[in-house]
């Protein structure tokens, strides 16, 4: 194990670093990765506005809790690393960070069945269960190019406002929680629930969508149904997934 990153950091920031490469290299088990691309961030505890995130070029299959790269607000990186980051990550998660104090992790991805939906105009439907637990708190952004420009970032904080569920027009997905772990399952549930949507509409059957007085009632309890998913639950088992299939990640 690489004890140097370890030493450095206090016990709180390497216990984040350990569950946030167990996050990506979940993500690439499940195949919701994009090669290098795509970004998974988690703010570091403590009064800086510092982040972690995935060094650039990096599979997520490689990812360990020592090869994270911490950034501050500026993308300037904060102690040393040998990688760089991608600045189009920097852009979209900086500012969510930077405007949510309860996003202290924030999941964006590219998976097909993602972006398939959020190029739908009528976009996430409510047709399962699990598409309910995303629009209690579903919000939508129009797609502006390669997130590069810092202008972006007041209009993507606008669209998310107090939501923890995003779709990106034309891009792909996004969750931010509290926790790792719940930024994972709001994740889990979200590209599930894009995925029953593209196979319900390609069986050709006529489609029966929730009635909108449950969709309705579920919105109105947005955050007692988020919280209610059972992140802190379901990761104990996804760590033990991973030590089986995918061990070292918490190096």
């Known amino acids: 194990m690489n004890n140097s990153v370890k030493e450095q950091v206090s016990e709180q920031e390497w216990k984040m670093r350990v569950d946030l490469a167990a996050c990506y290299r979940m993500v690439a088990q499940y195949g919701w990765d994009d090669l290098i691309f795509t970004h998974i961030s ?76 959020s190029a739908c105009k009528e976009g996430l439907l409510p047709l399962s269960q699990q598409s309910l637990f995303a629009l209690s708190s579903l919000s939508y952004h129009d797609y502006e190019g390669v997130a590069l420009n810092m202008d972006e970032k007041q209009r ?50 006529a489609l029966i969508p929730i009635p909108r007085e449950i969709l309705a009632g579920i919105q109105a309890q947005a955050k007692q149904v988020t919280r209610s998913a059972g992140g802190s639950l379901a990761w104990p088992g996804i760590l033990r997934k991973l030590d089986r299939n995918n061990p070292g990640y918490a190096e």
């Open 42 to 117: 988690a703010r570091v505890p403590g009064p800086e506005h510092h982040f972690l995130i995935n060094p650039y070029g990096m599979l997520f299959e490689e990812i360990t809790a020592s090869s994270l790269v911490k950034v501050d607000l500026t993308g300037q990186k904060v102690g040393q690393s040998d990688y760089d980051i991608n600045p189009a990550g920097f852009v979209i998660h900086s500012a969510v960070h930077e405007a949510r104090e309860d996003a202290l992790c924030v999941m964006h991805l590219h998976t097909a069945a993602g972006i398939a939906v």
């Open 156 to 205: 993507l904080v606008a669209d998310l406002g107090e939501t923890s569920f995003m779709i990106l027009r034309n891009h792909g997905l996004l969750t931010c929680a509290e926790t790792i772990a719940d930024a994972f399952l709001y994740m889990y549930l979200l590209q599930c629930a894009c995925d029953i949507q593209l196979k319900a509409q390609a069986s050709g059957q």
